[in-house]
């Protein structure tokens, strides 16, 4: 039985460094994802005055409550969008001038609902060239606290940015939202932060944090569930099994639950404490779907659905339009130029059975996940090839090794 071993959460390193960079004391990370994601945001840390030693399996990070060591700095962000708008909200709990830029990929990415908000809470904030988006200079000066308004209907990770804020702030902070997607990436959020020892709490649109700052600790990174979607989809594709290790029933991570689909689709699932398992049944069934708590997984479920004996229908997914790149047009003309009928409104695509595809090349817009998800297709349709392949290092340097060995053990099953 294939076992794939994903490499660290994205998610959570992500975060994980926010809060051991706030923490009090020395945190070590164990088994941090180590991509050009994390690595642009363990750099754009010690741009900011922060130490952060590596080991092989390991980060050590120095933590500063008072802030950046550093009263100015230039960061790059790279491609990272919890780079992009973790760090200014980080960089204003702290005292001096910090400005943040950003690949283009990224400059394109909306941060204006965080920006809006940061201001309201007296954050001296300055976008150099277009309105909500980067670049942005910071003039920190510490953050008061209070009551802000937040739209977190394109991308939780401005409620992230600002929960995570919260216990830096001199009184805490109440946070209402009037929109919210990805739900368990908040969650998420949270648990790390209780994990640090703040005070966090959720009561129906309002989000309360105290003030108090957070402890350092060690924090183990579990698997990437977002990653591992490619490799349970293969064993759903082609009949195989395949096991995910250290991702079980106490997962963080809301995109694990991308296997109950699989599991809708006619796949055999197992969750167990600490390990998921996968068992493809050589058919796939069409069902429709939210997928707006988990849509990073979309892809993944639209690169497999052209082989579902029925329509595949994935609703409520319209911010999968402010990604990387547009994925739900991205997935569509992917699908299309393999030959598969595909229709798409504004929040939703249909992906109806496929009765022969055939290999071209497809058009990745440099995003991992468009990558990783017709990776999958690749092993039902001969000759997929990809314009920028590379593009998996966002994410999962190792990806196309990785999967061509799992694509040898299922083989070989």
């Known amino acids: 039985m294939p076992v794939a071993e994903i490499p660290g959460s994205k998610s959570i390193t992500a975060r994980a460094l926010f809060l051991a960079a706030a923490a009090d004391g020395v945190t070590t990370l164990v088994r941090p994802l180590r991509s050009d994601d994390t690595e642009g945001f363990a750099e754009g840390l010690a741009r ?84 909500g988006h980067h670049p942005l200079t910071v003039h920190a000066s510490g953050v008061e606290g209070g009551e802000v308004v937040l739209d ?11 929960l995570l804020l919260g216990p830096l702030t001199r009184t805490g902070l109440r946070i209402r939202v009037t929109d919210l997607v990805s739900v368990p990436y908040v969650e998420i959020t949270m648990a790390m932060m209780r994990a640090f020892g ?4 959720r009561e129906g649109e309002v989000f309360t944090v105290e003030p108090g700052g ?10 990437d569930a977002s990653t591992s979607s490619y490799f349970f989809a293969a064993a759903a594709l082609t009949g195989g099994e395949v096991t995910v290790p250290g991702l079980g029933k ?23 404490p600490d390990a998921t398992t996968v ?23 639209a690169a497999i659905a052209p082989f579902a004996d029925g329509p595949v229908r994935i609703e409520d997914v319209a911010n999968t339009r402010v990604k990387e790149c547009d994925r739900l047009e991205a997935c ?82």
Not at 55 to 81: H, K
Not at 95 to 123: E, I, K, N
Not at 198 to 201: D, E, I, K
Not at 283 to 299: E, F, H, K, Q, Y
């Open 48 to 131: 900011l005055g922060y130490r952060v030693g590596r080991t092989p399996d390991s980060w050590q990070i120095d933590g500063r409550p008072e802030g950046p060591a550093v009263p100015e700095a230039d960061v790059y962000c790279r491609d990272g969008a919890t780079t992009a708008r973790f760090l200014p909200t980080l960089a204003a709990a702290g005292h001096g001038t910090f400005r943040f830029d950003a690949s283009a990929q990224m400059r394109r990415r909306p941060l204006l609902p965080l920006t809006r908000a940061l201001r309201d809470l007296g954050v001296d904030l300055r976008h150099e060239e277009h309105e």
């Open 152 to 162: 977190a209907g394109q991308s939780s990770q401005y409620l992230t940015a600002l």
């Open 198 to 201: 703040a005070r966090v709490r």
């Open 214 to 223: 957070y402890r350092a600790t060690t924090y183990d990174v579990e698997p």
């Open 250 to 272: 106490g997962a963080l991570q809301g995109d694990l639950r991308f296997v109950e689909a699989l599991e809708r689709m006619g796949a055999r699932v197992s969750v167990d």
């Open 279 to 301: 068992r493809g049944t050589g058919a796939l069934r069409g069902l429709t779907v939210n997928m707006r708590d988990i849509s990073d997984t979309m892809p993944t479920l």
């Open 332 to 413: 569509a003309r992917n699908l299309r130029a393999l030959g598969a009928d595909v229709a798409t409104g504004e929040d939703w695509i249909e992906i109806r059975p496929a009765e022969r595809l055939t290999g071209t090349e497809i058009a990745t817009y440099g995003d991992h996940r468009i990558v990783m998800s017709f990776a999958v297709a690749g092993l039902r349709v001969p000759g997929i090839s990809f314009d920028d392949p590379g593009c998996v290092r966002k994410t999962f340097p190792g990806f196309h090794e990785a999967f061509a060995e799992l694509t040898r053990r299922l083989e070989l099953e």
